[in-house]
């Protein structure tokens, strides 16, 4: 594991992954539509508003209490009790039984057996957002509801429900976004869905998580964003502080690795990048990203702490404080999907996503 600037080591490793004079390395997408190939510049990309955007969630739900990083992911943050499900992958239906064999005789407990198992999103409780894409209203843009997204950005079927993989079936949402749909690299760069929550008091303590396998990947040399969690914007919309999490194919092998993003275009300097992070394609990924802001840091000022844990380890894979521009973000927001792909011409990637959760504090 290793850390350097995206001025050296990002910039390097685009220019080894972008051959061909594929435009710069930078973040997602287009503010009112997703086929303006115009790249950003500024390493904070166009807002993460998509092309149906409500407004955003207020967060005024049921505020969860603290995280006390139950489970094996507690890394050095202190939560005070755990966000959601466990970091051990997907999760299934719980375990409701008691060991005994089940009484078979008894008509109420043969009614009982029929009825359909819960899906993940009716096992969780205390959460800021929950969809597993089992349930009626999946994958809807709904701004009043909980379950529903900020916006989805789609052309066609680049973003749609499946039931060919799931870490908890029967489904999952899979997003394509398809090479050269456009023409002479016209096409697409951004294929997602958005949630952003705004708490009236801001956002001290956040845990994202999610389930990821990656199917099919340019048979070029190129990358994107697979997922983007920001926590500030200009009045425009760019991306000013957050975190992303890189995808990269090699014309040779296929999926090459993945690696870690932080964005701060709003305390200048270059974007930090960690890399390789241990997620792998063919496979699903569970991923659980913590972010604490507070008031202290190493300098004096504000602060960050951020850890990435993947597949249940108890180890992050990513642990790391960081300057940060205030003690509370006014919001949190995620994208996942192919969120900004680098290449408008070789971005044939196919990810499917499954049980997106989101805890807020």
């Not at 287009?30 to 407004?55: F, Q, Y």
């Not at 300098?299 to 993947?310: M, T």
Request: with cysteine; aromatic share 8%; charged share 15%.
């Amino acid at each position: 594991m290793k850390r350097a600037v995206r001025a050296a080591k990002y910039l390097a490793i685009c220019g080894v992954l972008t051959a061909g004079g594929i435009g710069a390395c930078s973040s997602d997408d287009s503010t009112t539509s997703n086929t303006n190939t115009n790249l950003p510049t500024d390493g904070g990309g166009s807002p993460d508003t998509g092309t149906s955007a409500n407004s955003p969630d207020s967060g005024s739900g049921t505020t969860p209490s603290p995280d006390s990083g139950g489970g094996a992911d507690t890394g050095t943050v202190q939560m005070s009790d755990d966000a959601g499900s466990p970091d051990t992958g997907s999760t299934g239906s719980p375990d409701t039984g008691t060991g005994a064999a089940a009484d078979t005789g008894s008509p109420t407990d043969a009614g009982q057996d029929s009825a359909p198992a819960p899906s993940f999103c009716q096992t969780q409780a205390g959460l800021d957002f929950c969809d597993d894409f089992d349930l009626a209203g999946s994958l809807s843009v709904d701004g009043g509801a909980a379950s529903a997204w900020t916006s989805i950005v789609s052309s066609g079927n680049e973003v749609s429900i499946s039931s060919a993989q799931s870490s908890s079936p029967p489904n999952s949402l899979l997003v394509q976004l398809p090479d050269n749909d456009g023409g002479a690299g016209n096409g697409d760069q951004s294929a997602k869905v958005v949630k952003q929550v705004t708490p009236a008091n801001g956002v001290t303590q956040a845990i994202y998580e999610f389930d990821m396998y990656i199917a099919t990947v340019p048979l070029a040399n190129t990358g994107g964003f697979a997922t983007d969690f920001q926590f500030d914007d200009t009045a425009g919309g760019t991306d000013q502080f957050g975190f992303r999490i890189g995808v990269f194919a090699n014309s040779t092998i296929g999926f090459d690795h993945a690696d870690l993003e932080h964005n701060h275009p709003v305390l200048g300097g270059n974007d930090n990048i960690i890399s390789p992070v241990p997620i792998t394609a063919g496979a699903w990924n569970h991923v659980k990203i913590v972010v604490a802001y507070s008031g202290t840091s190493d300098d004096g000022g504000n602060g960050v702490a951020f850890q990435l844990y993947v597949n249940g380890s108890a180890t992050a894979a990513v642990d790391e404080t960081f300057p940060a521009p205030f003690a509370k973000a006014p919001f949190a927001r995620f994208a996942a999907g192919m969120v900004y792909a680098f290449d408008p011409v070789n971005k044939d990637w196919g990810i499917y996503y499954d049980n997106f959760t989101l805890k807020l504090q």
